[in-house]
């Protein structure tokens, strides 16, 4: 495609108003300015704004209904279908399914010039517009993006419904939008600026929707750490936009492609910085993607309420570390470094996600755990220059986590509140949640990767089979494949547990809150306020201020006027939205055996920057020959065999699942692994801490920075301003002139100042005459 | 003669509420702050923003001193332009704000309110360096009566360090430019003070030590001012005991006299000892950037910490200045007119919590968002706006400035003198300043994680309105007039219609920020091409002061030191033996006292 864009480009000539230098840069943009028909995407980010606008003006006028939901669900439903349109219009005019990359000139944001014939040398311009960038990978994002936001929003309008009767229903769905409209922007972005405007835009969105449940303090914790761990990405991110300038005089992506792809001959040794510009997008990527040394705050980020851990956390907002990686590929192929790093960060990732899954107890965090994980996946994907099986994964692991994570959400929901998976049991045969348990068996069944009939398999086995093509990435590809044996008994874990087995549950924490089953609900305080009274119906209200009246306002709660609990079914939107969803990973298997590059997914990878075939070229030309070579798996080839390897390996996993933790188990809290723990020792133990990395993050980094800023502050009262006092006491007449001054009478403060003038001057006159 | 009306409306009004009774004090207060803003309006509006000239609008001068040049000479440039309707519209702000807060002596406060109005105004006006200064002296007096006044228990002790701190600061300033005029006289034979006269003298006619001299003496003047470190301790005390008003203007408006006096005075008259000691400036700005930014981290009063947060943006104000490149310029002046509004408001939402609970420490205070969702509604926007989210205000300036420290080192590199040393700054600069992004976060969150968020907290007996209730104005002797009992719990209407305007300009200028863009793209490329052509490369960076060119000085004083080894040193020219001149050597005993 890099070719093409540049053979394109030498036709055209550009209007001559922009940077100097960069003619090819120029054409290129004219071809894609000039095509025209990717103008209905700029209608994504007007009705998610419209929505948001509309979310917060419901929370204005106290507009207690269910209304924003709707709104929201219309507007992002109508911008699925703006991109769907888009889509299909373009689709195939470039290769199977691929599209020629254009340009939706939006309008002119940060875009500034100067240097215009004066000493300064050419004439320069810095130009970042809220302009949008449409070509194939794009619109895989995109489709997947508001699709899942859609229904993901319509789930949201029924599980978040408890929430109705406050400003928080409207405040959800305000931020929502707002997300779908940073992450329209991220993906569609044709510059880094506005890439970056949508990085931390879905960062802000993120951090409110996890700070959703502001009260309770773990919430607000979890918030701030998921911001700043995301602001030192967002740093790696700005300087390498920044350097980007610097080196290539633009940021926008279509002038970039051809000044990347000039060094990708290898003709000319690549500079220092342009190695250097990759790995500060990979310190972005992996702060927004949750990867090692970053990835702590993902996990946390599961207090917010559970739409937001599937949308935000889970399908869309941490693959755009995988966006920004697929898109600069071409420039990361010329790194030595860059690659790598994706590569080994990935793996590691994966593992080490996939060792803490295994040994956690909350289900969400479990899913949580293997989202980091899964995401690793992806990264190592890339870093074998693997695109298409990473944009692929990108693509299934959208629908199954999501679906995952709603299916655990109406758990939760229906529970009130419990995720602890050795306080439920059974759930499956429970009245009501047929669905809720089928759905979730297909997610598991994606997430462990079960050979032919999951989506899932599909993507994770060419990730797999390109990790073990690659001689030097051997080891990842080992990493890789142990992880998924963990993924398959971890997924399985959970299922087998909650869903299988014998009946039982323990109702959650929010029973008594008696708020519906939307997380530790607004009425939860936790400081002491929280009184339980006699409500009622007998049953146990937090009794706060003006929230108790939602606990009154809802009628179906779940202790009926014993104190009984009943599992709270979930209604139809949150059915629907599962059906779909697992319909969805079904529906996604045939898309791998169309097209012309390992399917669907891949002909849309191979139309855009990211395209594999052209950065292998690059990277080898790059290391001068000492870039990747045909690799193999114990002797095979890797793309003949790894179906069969990780389909064993896959179903060894679940096996292993089954035999601890279903078969033979009687009780819900204990199993045939709980058997095996003593013998594991601490290692049980120190997975079930994470590790201990926070605590060690906290040893080495916030505690050290806390003392010094303690003694920075010292420093100033004491040292900085001490000095000044100490100065201050010398002319101590001044002192005391102006101490006197202060009379309060008006009159005497204008003759105050009034001499003070007349003495400024005379020290003026004084200062002249001499 | 619109200048002038801007100048001398509230100036009248001041005098008007001076006569006037009490009751009606806040009335005239009010017209006498959005008058200015109806007539800013209308001439903003005929105003040439885009001709990219750095004079016009010249108003009729009146000769003050014909002997001495000193003439009342008011026009506005683009940037002065962009200033002025940043106070213009923080007075009503300001006013309004102080409805509820302020309860006695409501003539003097509003008088003086309307006076340090009119002085600011007139900074940004002046055309003439004696007016400049006059006007710039007159803004200590009513900030000092604000603070002393109507500020909190400690209000005294921080009116009297603000005022004897930036008066020494700015005396020194006042020597330096009556330097200038000095050589200027003698050079030309006609004492003037005139602005372009004076950069004319200044940038021509002094040689490299005296440059460095003058540079010194200005940057004194205008870093108290801004404050750089480590001449900032006074403005947290200021700020923490000012009343809401006097802070919303001290970080709104008065702080940008030091850098618009940098970028209108420093760059311009010093451009050789700018280019040379930019690296330094630029050092002493990352450390406030970092310094003043991990402070904020541990501080429990949240005025403090919003005080400091002041010293640590305007580092990256400073840093945009000293790249000397046009980005980097441009940046920086969004950073004042930015830094005024997200600041300011922050300041008025403190006020606001502060009117309700008399209290502004995080341990009495916390999750106020279940009390007041509107204010917390607005507290969050702002602190974003103050941490840099693109999208809003604070993100604009805050790239550009790192962007121009990034490529200060590209653009110089086509200055015939500085081929192979490259610019006053470079990428090593702005990636380190760049953490203050992450600190930046790391403070504001802290701060909004424990206010606005977390379970609810409120101080003891509050709710009860029976007692305890300190008045917020602090008036010793005021009968407690208790106006704040009948505040309901969220923001009133007013408080609502005074963040309004700041929230939609924050956005403006945060989405479409491409007119102001353009506007400042003519001056600030004036800028940097005469300090392309004024600098002669002669005065280099590892220091001497005054040496002929390159390679290696051989005389002069002050020992070599590498700018990054004395990091504190805020002053570039460290006491040389001999000063060089009359005012040179105000200068320099000024100067320790300053220290």
């Given at each position: 495609?890099?070719?093409?864009?540049?053979?394109?480009?030498?036709?055209?000539?550009?209007?001559?108003?922009?940077?100097?230098?960069?003619?090819?840069?120029?054409?290129?943009?004219?071809?894609?300015?000039?095509?025209?028909?990717?103008?209905?995407?700029?209608?994504?980010?007007?009705?998610t704004?419209?929505a948001a606008?509309?979310c917060g003006?419901?929370a204005?006028?106290?507009?207690?209904?269910?209304?924003p939901?709707?709104?929201s669900?219309?507007?992002?439903?109508?911008?699925?279908?703006?991109?769907?349109?888009?889509?299909?219009?373009?689709?195939?005019?470039?290769?199977?399914?691929?599209?020629?990359?254009?340009?939706?000139?939006?309008?002119?944001?940060?875009?500034?010039?100067?240097?215009?014939?004066?000493?300064?040398?050419?004439?320069?311009?810095?130009?970042?517009?809220?302009?949008?960038?449409?070509?194939?990978?794009?619109?895989?994002?995109?489709?997947?993006?508001?699709?899942?936001?859609?229904?993901?929003?319509?789930?949201a309008?029924?599980?978040m419904?408890?929430?109705?009767?406050?400003?928080g229903y409207s405040r959800f769905f305000a931020a929502f939008n707002l997300f779908v409209l940073s992450?329209?922007?991220?993906?569609?972005?044709?510059?880094?600026?506005?890439?970056?405007?949508?990085?931390?835009g879905v960062?802000l969105c993120s951090y409110l929707l996890i700070g959703y449940?502001?009260?309770?303090?773990?919430?607000?914790?979890?918030a701030?750490?998921?911001?700043?761990?995301?602001?030192?990405?967002?740093?790696?991110?700005?300087?390498?936009?920044?350097?980007?300038?610097?080196?290539?005089?633009?940021?926008?992506?279509?002038?970039?492609?051809?000044?990347?792809?000039?060094?990708?001959?290898?003709?000319?040794?690549?500079?220092?910085?342009?190695?250097?510009?990759?790995?500060?997008?990979?310190?972005?990527?992996?702060?927004?993607?949750?990867?090692?040394?970053?990835?702590?705050?993902?996990?946390?980020?599961?207090?917010g309420p559970?739409p937001v851990?599937?949308l935000i956390?889970?399908?869309?907002?941490?693959?755009?570390?995988?966006?920004?990686?697929?898109?600069?590929?071409?420039?990361?192929?010329?790194?030595?470094?860059?690659?790598?790093?994706?590569?080994?960060?990935?793996?590691?990732?994966?593992?080490?996600?996939?060792?803490?899954?295994?040994?956690?107890?909350?289900?969400?965090?479990?899913?949580?755990?293997?989202?980091?994980?899964?995401?690793?996946?992806?990264?190592?994907?890339?870093?074998?220059?693997?695109?298409?099986?990473?944009?692929?994964?990108?693509?299934?692991?959208?629908?199954?986590?999501?679906?995952?994570?709603?299916?655990?959400?109406?758990?939760?929901?229906?529970?009130?509140?419990?995720?602890?998976?050795?306080?439920?049991?059974?759930?499956?045969?429970?009245?009501?949640?047929?669905?809720?348990?089928?759905?979730?068996?297909?997610?598991?069944?994606?997430?462990?990767?079960?050979?032919?009939?999951?989506?899932?398999?599909?993507?994770?086995?060419?990730?797999?089979?390109?990790?073990?093509?690659?001689?030097?990435?051997?080891?990842?590809?080992?990493?890789?494949?142990?992880?998924?044996?963990?993924?398959?008994?971890?997924?399985?874990?959970?299922?087998?547990?909650?869903?299988?087995?014998?009946?039982?549950?323990?109702?959650?924490?929010?029973?008594?809150?008696?708020?519906?089953?939307?997380?530790?609900?607004?009425?939860?305080?936790?400081?002491?306020?929280?009184?339980?009274?006699?409500?009622?119906?007998?049953?146990?209200?937090?009794?706060?201020?003006?929230?108790?009246?939602?606990?009154?306002?809802?009628?179906?709660?779940?202790?009926?006027?014993?104190?009984?609990?009943?599992?709270?079914?979930?209604?139809?939107?949150?059915?629907?939205?599962?059906?779909?969803?697992?319909?969805?990973?079904?529906?996604?298997?045939?898309?791998?055996?169309?097209?012309?590059?390992?399917?669907?997914?891949?002909?849309?990878?191979?139309?855009?920057?990211?395209?594999?075939?052209?950065?292998?070229?690059?990277?080898?030309?790059?290391?001068?020959?000492?870039?990747?070579?045909?690799?193999?798996?114990?002797?095979?080839?890797?793309?003949?065999?790894?179906?069969?390897?990780?389909?064993?390996?896959?179903?060894?996993?679940?096996?292993?699942?089954?035999?601890?933790?279903?078969?033979?188990?009687?009780?819900?809290?204990?199993?045939?692994?709980?058997?095996?723990?003593?013998?594991?020792?601490?290692?049980?133990?120190?997975?079930?801490?994470?590790?201990?990395?926070?605590?060690?993050?906290?040893?080495?980094?916030?505690?050290?920075?806390?003392?010094?800023?303690?003694?920075?502050?010292?420093?100033?009262?004491?040292?900085?301003?001490?000095?000044?006092?100490?100065?201050?006491?010398?002319?101590?007449?001044?002192?005391?002139?102006?101490?006197?001054?202060?009379?309060?009478?008006?009159?005497?403060?204008?003759?105050?100042?009034?001499?003070?003038?007349?003495?400024?001057?005379?020290?003026?006159?004084?200062?002249?005459?001499? | 003669?619109?200048?002038?009306?801007?100048?001398?409306?509230?100036?009248?009004?001041?005098?008007?509420?001076?006569?006037?009774?009490?009751?009606?004090?806040?009335?005239?207060?009010?017209?006498?702050?959005?008058?200015?803003?109806?007539?800013?309006?209308?001439?903003?509006?005929?105003?040439?923003?885009?001709?990219?000239?750095?004079?016009?609008?010249?108003?009729?001068?009146?000769?003050?001193?014909?002997?001495?040049?000193?003439?009342?000479?008011?026009?506005?440039?683009?940037?002065?332009?962009?200033?002025?309707?940043?106070?213009?519209?923080?007075?009503?702000?300001?006013?309004?704000?102080?409805?509820?807060?302020?309860?006695?002596?409501?003539?003097?406060?509003?008088?003086?309110?309307?006076?340090?109005?009119?002085?600011?105004?007139?900074?940004?006006?002046?055309?003439?360096?004696?007016?400049?200064?006059?006007?710039?002296?007159?803004?200590?007096?009513?900030?000092?009566?604000?603070?002393?006044?109507?500020?909190?228990?400690?209000?005294?002790?921080?009116?009297?360090?603000?005022?004897?701190?930036?008066?020494?600061?700015?005396?020194?300033?006042?020597?330096?430019?009556?330097?200038?005029?000095?050589?200027?006289?003698?050079?030309?034979?006609?004492?003037?003070?005139?602005?372009?006269?004076?950069?004319?003298?200044?940038?021509?006619?002094?040689?490299?030590?005296?440059?460095?001299?003058?540079?010194?003496?200005?940057?004194?003047?205008?870093?108290?001012?801004?404050?750089?470190?480590?001449?900032?301790?006074?403005?947290?005390?200021?700020?923490?005991?000012?009343?809401?008003?006097?802070?919303?203007?001290?970080?709104?408006?008065?702080?940008?006299?030091?850098?618009?006096?940098?970028?209108?005075?420093?760059?311009?008259?010093?451009?050789?000892?700018?280019?040379?000691?930019?690296?330094?400036?630029?050092?002493?700005?990352?450390?406030?950037?970092?310094?003043?930014?991990?402070?904020?981290?541990?501080?429990?009063?949240?005025?403090?910490?919003?005080?400091?947060?002041?010293?640590?943006?305007?580092?990256?104000?400073?840093?945009?200045?000293?790249?000397?490149?046009?980005?980097?310029?441009?940046?920086?002046?969004?950073?004042?007119?930015?830094?005024?509004?997200?600041?300011?408001?922050?300041?008025?939402?403190?006020?606001?919590?502060?009117?309700?609970?008399?209290?502004?420490?995080?341990?009495?205070?916390?999750?106020?968002?279940?009390?007041?969702?509107?204010?917390?509604t607005?507290?969050v926007?702002?602190?974003?706006?103050?941490?840099?989210?693109?999208?809003?205000?604070?993100?604009?300036?805050?790239?550009?400035?790192?962007?121009?420290?990034?490529?200060?080192?590209?653009?110089?590199?086509?200055?015939?003198?500085?081929?192979?040393?490259?610019?006053?700054?470079?990428?090593?600069?702005?990636?380190?300043?760049?953490?203050?992004?992450?600190?930046?976060?790391?403070?504001?969150?802290?701060?909004?994680?424990?206010?606005?968020?977390?379970?609810?907290?409120?101080?003891?007996?509050?709710?009860?309105?029976?007692?305890?209730?300190?008045?917020?104005?602090?008036?010793?002797?005021?009968?407690?007039?208790?106006?704040?009992?009948?505040?309901?719990?969220?923001?009133?209407?007013?408080?609502?219609?005074?963040?309004?305007?700041?929230?939609?300009?924050?956005?403006?200028?945060?989405?479409?920020?491409?007119?102001?863009?353009?506007?400042?793209?003519?001056?600030?490329?004036?800028?940097?091409?005469?300090?392309?052509?004024?600098?002669?490369?002669?005065?280099?960076?590892?220091?001497?002061?005054?040496?002929?060119?390159?390679?290696?000085?051989?005389?002069?004083?002050?020992?070599?030191?590498?700018?990054?080894?004395?990091?504190?040193?805020?002053?570039?020219?460290?006491?040389?033996?001999?000063?060089?001149?009359?005012?040179?050597?105000?200068?320099?005993?000024?100067?320790?006292?300053?220290?």
């Amino acid at each position: 495609m890099l070719g093409t864009l540049a053979q394109h480009g030498t036709d055209t000539v550009g209007d001559g108003a922009a940077a100097a230098g960069a003619h090819v840069a120029h054409a290129a943009e004219s071809i894609a300015a000039a095509t025209p028909g990717a103008e209905l995407m700029l209608a994504v980010p007007a009705l998610t704004l419209l929505a948001a606008i509309l979310c917060g003006l419901c929370a204005a006028f106290r507009v207690r209904s269910k209304l924003p939901a709707w709104l929201s669900v219309g507007c992002l439903g109508a911008s699925f279908v703006c991109v769907l349109l888009t889509y299909l219009n373009l689709a195939g005019e470039h290769g199977a399914g691929g599209i020629v990359p254009r340009i939706a000139h939006g309008f002119e944001w940060l875009t500034f010039q100067w240097g215009r014939g004066g000493t300064g040398g050419e004439g320069r311009s810095f130009v970042a517009d809220f302009s949008l960038y449409v070509d194939s990978l794009t619109c895989l994002w995109m489709l997947f993006v508001t699709g899942l936001a859609t229904l993901i929003g319509l789930y949201a309008s029924e599980y978040m419904v408890g929430d109705v009767k406050t400003a928080g229903y409207s405040r959800f769905f305000a931020a929502f939008n707002l997300f779908v409209l940073s992450m329209s922007c991220l993906v569609m972005a044709d510059n880094l600026v506005l890439l970056y405007l949508g990085w931390e835009g879905v960062g802000l969105c993120s951090y409110l929707l996890i700070g959703y449940f502001y009260k309770k303090p773990s919430a607000v914790a979890a918030a701030k750490k998921a911001f700043i761990m995301n602001r030192i990405g967002d740093l790696g991110l700005s300087l390498g936009l920044m350097l980007t300038f610097v080196h290539f005089g633009t940021v926008q992506f279509n002038e970039l492609w051809p000044l990347i792809q000039s060094y990708a001959s290898g003709a000319t040794p690549t500079p220092f910085i342009v190695q250097l510009i990759p790995v500060l997008f990979t310190v972005g990527a992996f702060g927004k993607s949750a990867q090692i040394p970053l990835y702590v705050w993902l996990p946390d980020a599961m207090e917010g309420p559970t739409p937001v851990s599937a949308l935000i956390h889970a399908a869309t907002m941490v693959t755009a570390g995988v966006y920004l990686v697929a898109r600069f590929l071409p420039i990361y192929a010329l790194s030595e470094w860059a690659l790598p790093i994706v590569a080994w960060g990935g793996a590691l990732t994966a593992l080490l996600a996939a060792t803490i899954g295994m040994a956690q107890f909350d289900i969400k965090r479990i899913m949580a755990y293997s989202t980091v994980s899964q995401l690793g996946y992806m990264f190592a994907g890339l870093g074998v220059l693997g695109s298409v099986g990473a944009a692929s994964h990108v693509f299934t692991h959208a629908f199954f986590k999501a679906l995952l994570f709603l299916a655990c959400g109406a758990v939760m929901h229906g529970f009130a509140g419990q995720l602890d998976l050795r306080k439920l049991s059974g759930v499956q045969k429970m009245p009501g949640w047929r669905i809720v348990g089928l759905t979730m068996l297909v997610g598991c069944l994606n997430l462990a990767g079960f050979p032919l009939i999951t989506a899932g398999f599909w993507s994770k086995d060419m990730i797999l089979a390109d990790a073990f093509s690659h001689p030097q990435f051997r080891a990842i590809g080992w990493i890789l494949l142990i992880t998924a044996g963990l993924t398959a008994y971890y997924t399985f874990r959970v299922y087998f547990r909650v869903f299988m087995g014998p009946k039982y549950f323990e109702p959650g924490d929010e029973l008594h809150a008696a708020a519906h089953g939307d997380d530790h609900g607004e009425a939860h305080d936790a400081a002491g306020h929280v009184t339980h009274s006699a409500a009622p119906h007998g049953q146990h209200m937090a009794a706060e201020g003006a929230l108790a009246a939602k606990g009154h306002a809802h009628d179906h709660g779940h202790a009926d006027a014993h104190g009984v609990f009943h599992p709270h079914p979930p209604g139809w939107a949150i059915n629907l939205v599962l059906t779909i969803l697992a319909l969805a990973t079904f529906a996604a298997i045939p898309l791998f055996f169309i097209g012309d590059h390992h399917g669907w997914v891949g002909d849309l990878v191979h139309g855009s920057s990211s395209n594999p075939a052209s950065a292998a070229a690059a990277h080898e030309a790059a290391m001068h020959g000492h870039g990747p070579h045909g690799g193999s798996f114990l002797g095979m080839d890797p793309h003949a065999v790894m179906y069969y390897v990780s389909a064993v390996v896959g179903i060894i996993g679940i096996g292993i699942a089954f035999v601890l933790h279903l078969a033979g188990r009687t009780t819900p809290a204990t199993s045939r692994a709980d058997a095996l723990l003593p013998a594991l020792g601490p290692i049980a133990r120190a997975a079930q801490h994470k590790w201990y990395v926070d605590e060690l993050y906290g040893v080495l980094f916030v505690t050290p920075l806390r003392v010094l800023s303690h003694i920075f502050h010292l420093i100033d009262k004491l040292l900085v301003d001490g000095l000044v006092n100490l100065f201050g006491w010398l002319p101590r007449g001044i002192g005391s002139f102006v101490r006197r001054s202060q009379s309060g009478v008006l009159h005497d403060y204008g003759l105050r100042m009034a001499s003070g003038l007349a003495i400024i001057l005379l020290i003026v006159l004084l200062g002249v005459l001499r | 003669m619109n200048l002038a009306l801007l100048i001398a409306i509230p100036l009248v009004f001041a005098f008007a509420v001076a006569l006037s009774r009490p009751a009606q004090a806040r009335l005239l207060a009010t017209i006498g702050t959005l008058l200015p803003v109806a007539l800013y309006i209308v001439q903003a509006l005929g105003f040439p923003w885009l001709r990219g000239e750095t004079d016009f609008y010249n108003t009729d001068a009146i000769d003050l001193f014909p002997s001495l040049g000193v003439r009342l000479s008011l026009n506005a440039d683009t940037v002065s332009m962009l200033l002025i309707g940043l106070t213009v519209l923080l007075g009503p702000i300001c006013v309004i704000g102080s409805y509820t807060a302020v309860q006695d002596r409501l003539k003097t406060y509003y008088g003086w309110l309307l006076v340090l109005q009119a002085a600011m105004t007139g900074v940004f006006a002046a055309r003439d360096a004696v007016l400049f200064f006059v006007f710039f002296e007159f803004t200590l007096v009513p900030m000092y009566i604000l603070i002393s006044l109507y500020g909190s228990t400690n209000r005294k002790a921080a009116a009297t360090k603000f005022f004897l701190y930036t008066f020494t600061g700015s005396v020194i300033m006042l020597a330096g430019l009556a330097y200038i005029a000095w050589v200027s006289a003698t050079r030309t034979g006609e004492w003037s003070f005139d602005l372009t006269t004076l950069t004319v003298a200044s940038s021509e006619y002094l040689s490299n030590r005296e440059q460095a001299w003058v540079f010194g003496a200005l940057m004194l003047g205008f870093a108290v001012k801004v404050p750089l470190f480590p001449l900032h301790t006074w403005l947290p005390l200021a700020h923490t005991e000012a009343p809401t008003a006097g802070s919303v203007i001290l970080a709104g408006v008065l702080l940008k006299l030091g850098t618009y006096g940098m970028y209108k005075f420093v760059l311009p008259m010093c451009p050789e000892a700018a280019l040379a000691y930019a690296p330094l400036v630029a050092v002493v700005s990352i450390i406030g950037i970092l310094y003043a930014g991990l402070i904020c981290w541990v501080q429990t009063d949240v005025k403090k910490l919003v005080a400091y947060s002041s010293v640590s943006h305007l580092g990256f104000c400073v840093l945009g200045l000293f790249s000397m490149t046009s980005i980097g310029l441009t940046g920086s002046l969004l950073y004042m007119i930015n830094h005024g509004l997200s600041t300011g408001a922050l300041f008025l939402l403190i006020g606001m919590m502060y009117e309700r609970y008399h209290t502004r420490s995080m341990k009495e205070l916390g999750g106020l968002a279940a009390r007041m969702p509107v204010w917390a509604t607005f507290m969050v926007f702002f602190v974003m706006s103050s941490v840099g989210l693109p999208g809003l205000n604070g993100f604009v300036s805050e790239l550009y400035c790192l962007l121009g420290t990034f490529q200060a080192g590209d653009e110089w590199a086509h200055h015939p003198t500085r081929a192979g040393l490259g610019g006053p700054l470079g990428p090593w600069f702005a990636a380190v300043a760049a953490v203050g992004m992450i600190v930046g976060a790391m403070y504001l969150l802290y701060m909004v994680g424990k206010v606005v968020w977390g379970p609810l907290v409120e101080p003891h007996g509050h709710g009860a309105h029976a007692h305890g209730h300190r008045h917020s104005a602090g008036a010793p002797a005021s009968a407690p007039s208790d106006a704040h009992a009948h505040l309901p719990a969220d923001l009133t209407p007013r408080e609502i219609g005074i963040l309004l305007p700041l929230a939609a300009l924050c956005i403006f200028l945060g989405v479409y920020p491409r007119p102001v863009l353009k506007a400042l793209e003519g001056p600030t490329q004036q800028m940097v091409e005469s300090l392309h052509m004024h600098t002669r490369g002669s005065l280099q960076t590892p220091w001497p002061v005054g040496a002929p060119p390159p390679p290696r000085p051989a005389h002069t004083a002050p020992a070599a030191t590498d700018p990054h080894d004395v990091p504190a040193n805020q002053h570039p020219a460290d006491e040389p033996p001999a000063a060089p001149a009359s005012g040179g050597a105000g200068a320099g005993s000024a100067q320790e006292a300053g220290h």
